[in-house]
């Protein structure tokens, strides 16, 4: 499928999306603490209310749909069979279509006229960055954002979580893999022009200072952006053969193509988890082919050999939403799922500080797909490593585990 018709089908499901919702940059600080938390508020009876700013309709709608169609399997699963200690799960998910501005007004509606007890899954860098001061001092826990910047786990915060990967982490592991155990020589970066991009940008040049060798070019662009010729051109000139990419779904197809009709074809394209996704390898024109993509866990095929559990969760899927899982929905459901688990811990007494010490508790949990995640006292970030992913024959294939700078 191609990328105007696969984010047109994105739209629609946004669309239909919105209508069952119950909604429609500063660096963060680390002022948040229990101690200033509404213990009550989001919690009743019959309840307990979760709440994200996501993006439905905008230009990583695959990540914010997904991600909702994950999480509403699971919460879905859970409220048929009662709720958790008696209380069913509410989600309330407001569409920002990943701008900071109507994130913020989201995040404010969210905690102070919705008085969500936490804020779970929100998509995007910027967004949670732009967000998580207000949060904080309201004493509102962010529960794995979905993003992997390095201020979702740094400074440490009792209020945080996360089950993503690392991007700065993925990165420096993608150079230091593919120049020491694939020779490359020339690594380049094209990234986009925010804190998202910065990140990526970040790490492959701290990586490439701790190895001695350096960038050859670099190309910034808008998210917005849709003309990649100009950045081709100049990436080629410089003669990179490795190119680190800050790129997301739309802008990574886009950036292949260009590369693909230039007949440029000797150069690693090398992404990481926000870039990792079936529309980039289902590319018609097959841009997508041989494109890397360093993740905390690998997306699942329908001739995959799957547990019985595991099966069954993607047949549902495909019946309920006529498409196969991608990435975002597995981390859907995963981050639903790690929820249900620290509601049950944390008992029928349920505060925010109980919440996060039964999060705490979770050690050595396995995820549906296979996956483990660890927290603790001092460890809320969950993932300490990545796979290494690429797209062959129209799927992605893992060619290696475990991988790490």
């Known amino acids: 499928m191609d990328i105007s018709k696969k984010l047109g089908s994105i739209f629609l499901v946004s669309t239909l999306i919105l209508l069952g919702a119950c909604g429609g940059s500063t660096e963060p600080q680390n002022d948040g603490g229990l101690s200033d938390a509404n213990s009550e508020e989001g919690v009743s009876l019959n309840e307990v209310v979760f709440g994200a700013h996501t993006d439905l309709t905008g230009p990583i709608a695959i990540w914010g749909v997904g991600i909702l169609n994950g999480a509403r399997m699971r919460f879905d699963e859970a409220n048929d069979a009662g709720g958790v200690h008696g209380r069913l799960i509410r989600y309330i998910a407001e569409d920002t279509q990943y701008q900071i501005p109507r994130a913020i007004q989201a995040g404010n509606k969210l905690i102070n006229r919705d008085k969500i007890f936490a804020m779970l899954m929100a998509v995007g860098t910027p967004t949670n960055n732009a967000v998580m001061p207000a949060q904080f001092r309201a004493g509102v826990p962010n529960l794995f954002p979905v993003t992997g910047a390095r201020s979702m786990i740094d400074p440490f915060n009792k209020l945080m979580f996360s089950q993503m990967g690392v991007y700065y982490e993925e990165m420096r592991a993608g150079v230091k893999y593919f120049v020491e155990e694939k020779g490359y020589t020339t690594p380049c ?3 986009q022009d925010t804190e998202y ?5 970040d790490g492959v040049e701290d990586q490439v200072a701790a190895m001695g060798i350096e960038i050859a070019e670099t190309s910034a662009h808008k998210p917005t952006d849709s003309e990649f010729t100009a950045a081709i051109i100049r990436l080629r000139n410089a003669g990179c053969d490795l190119v680190m990419m800050g790129t997301v779904h739309r802008d990574t197809i886009l950036v292949l193509e260009a590369a693909r009709k230039a007949g440029w074809d000797n150069v690693a394209w090398v992404g990481n988890e926000a870039a990792y996704g079936r529309v980039i390898a289902e590319q018609e024109s097959g841009s997508g082919e041989g494109y890397y993509a360093f993740v905390p866990f690998a997306v699942m095929y329908s ?13 549902a899927y495909v019946e309920e939403h006529g498409e196969e899982p991608g990435l975002p929905a597995m981390v859907g459901y995963r981050g639903a799922d790690l929820t249900i688990q620290a509601l049950e811990r944390a008992g029928k007494d349920l505060t925010r500080e109980s919440f996060v010490a039964a999060m705490e508790s979770i050690s050595e949990y396995t995820d549906l797909f296979g996956y483990t995640l660890t927290y603790g006292p001092n460890d809320h970030k969950g993932v300490d490593s990545s796979l290494l992913s690429q797209v062959q024959n129209g799927r992605w294939v893992t060619l290696a585990e475990s991988l790490s700078y």
Do not use: K, S
């Not at 991009?197 to 940008?201: A, F, R, T």
């Open 303 to 315: 001739d995959d050999e799957l547990t019985p559990e595991a099966r069954a969760w993607y047949d």
């Open 189 to 191: 970066v094209i990234y």
């Open 197 to 201: 991009g910065q990140e990526i940008l």
